[in-house]
């Protein structure tokens, strides 16, 4: 299965944003990357409730990719009315009980996500290889666009596919943060299925829009 793409919103044209998710939908990009920060589990703020939920009224075939970077997300399903066809990540490090906020997110018809910071040990996921759709694996330290890539980022994605594969579920890892032009086709070939493309290569400027997508396919094919 080739790579899939999933823009970073919080890295696109703000002033712009429904022709910018009109062109991804029309160019069959995959996902949505949308950023929710709460000032306390991460000193930022990106899109309120209210505006998570408006990025599903003018998407067809895109999907929302929620990352949840809050302490106890559930709190907030019901303001982004999470349903059916979103992906939603929420942080081991940031839920009491990750089980349940997990199951929360099956019970509305979603795919659930857990999400690891880069100080959290990759084999923390071995608990929770039969409640989840996808793994968020964090290549920098949440809460900012622009950062550099963690260090040892790309042993951890080789360590997460193998516990992956060895599980034989169809998971999916996705990568987060600093997947840059230079970057993505080495992370592709450490296990990588879906790409958060922000700062560091999509929303890079260099190149439109348009073009950016497709040159990031082919290296990611
Ligand atoms: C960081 C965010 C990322 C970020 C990616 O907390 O989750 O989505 O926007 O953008 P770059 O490519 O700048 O790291
Ligand atoms: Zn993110």
């Not at 920060?37 to 929620?66: A, E, G, H, L, Y």
């Not at 302490?71 to 990750?98: L, N």
Request: charged share 25%; glycine share 6%.
């Amino acid at each position: 299965m080739a790579g899939m793409l999933s823009p970073s919103v919080m890295c696109a044209d703000l002033l712009n944003l429904q022709n910018e998710i009109e062109e991804l939908d029309s160019l069959g990009v995959e996902f949505l990357h949308i950023d929710f920060m709460d000032n306390k589990f991460v000193p930022n703020i990106t899109f309120d409730t209210n505006m998570v939920k408006s990025f599903k009224r003018p998407m067809k075939n895109i999907r929302r990719d929620i990352h949840l970077m809050a302490f106890e997300p559930q709190q907030f399903f019901d303001a982004m009315e999470i349903s059916k066809g979103d992906m939603v990540s929420v942080h081991f490090e940031a839920c009491e009980d990750v089980n349940s906020v997990l199951a929360e997110i099956r019970s509305r018809g979603a795919s659930p996500c857990l999400a690891i910071s880069p100080d959290t040990p990759v084999n923390v996921v071995k608990d929770f290889m039969s409640e989840v759709d996808a793994f968020l694996l964090m290549t920098v330290y949440p809460g900012f666009a622009g950062q550099p890539m963690a260090p040892g980022s790309m042993d951890r994605l080789a360590e997460l596919r193998s516990i992956v594969d060895e599980c034989g579920r169809d998971i999916k890892i996705e990568v987060d943060g600093h997947v840059s032009w230079d970057h993505c086709a080495e992370m592709r070939e450490n296990g990588a299925d879906i790409f958060v493309a922000g700062s560091s290569s999509v929303y890079g400027k260099q190149y439109p829009l348009d073009e950016a997508v497709k040159m990031f396919y082919r290296l990611v094919k």
